[in-house]
Structures are given as C-alpha cells and as structure tokens.
C-alpha cells in the first residue's frame, strides 16, 4: 500500500465499496501517513459540501474534478 494506490482507491473508500481487507490496509496507511490523511480529509469535505452530507454518488463531472485535485495534491506532496 502506497500514496498512489490511496488515491487510484480513494473513490471505493469514499464510497464504502471496498473488501474489509483492503479497507483495513488503507487505513492502515493513513495512520502513518499525513499527506493522505489530509487528502482524505479534503475528499471527504468536498463530498460533503457537494452531497449536503447526504452519502450519495458524486456527479460525473464531480468525479472528474476531484481526481484532478488529487493527482494535483499527491504531484505537489511529492515535490
Ligand atoms: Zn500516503
């Protein structure tokens, strides 16, 4: 388990559409990891502004957006 496979999984996880172990290793990852902490921590506010707290899929376009944020936010986290 990586930064980049957080990212590639972070929809599922989102979306509680992830198998209980691969859950598991992703949160095991961002206990040690802070960069993806905040990552998720952004996602997670975004979603909620964008759903009104409401677990609902995001919009296509939303999709879209987001994970060009992420790849954004993970290219600088490396930098
Ligand atoms: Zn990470």
Request: aromatic share 2%; net charge positive; hydrophobic share 35%.
């Amino acid at each position: 388990m990586n930064c980049k496979t957080i990212v590639i999984e972070l929809e599922n996880y989102l979306d509680e559409d992830l198998g209980a172990a691969l859950r598991a290793e992703i949160e095991q990852h961002l206990e040690k990891c802070k960069k993806c902490r905040l990552i998720v921590d952004t996602t997670k506010k975004t979603i909620q502004i964008y759903c009104n707290s409401e677990p609902a899929p995001l919009p296509e376009g939303t999709r879209d957006r987001l994970h060009a944020a992420l790849e954004k936010h993970l290219r600088r986290a490396r930098a």
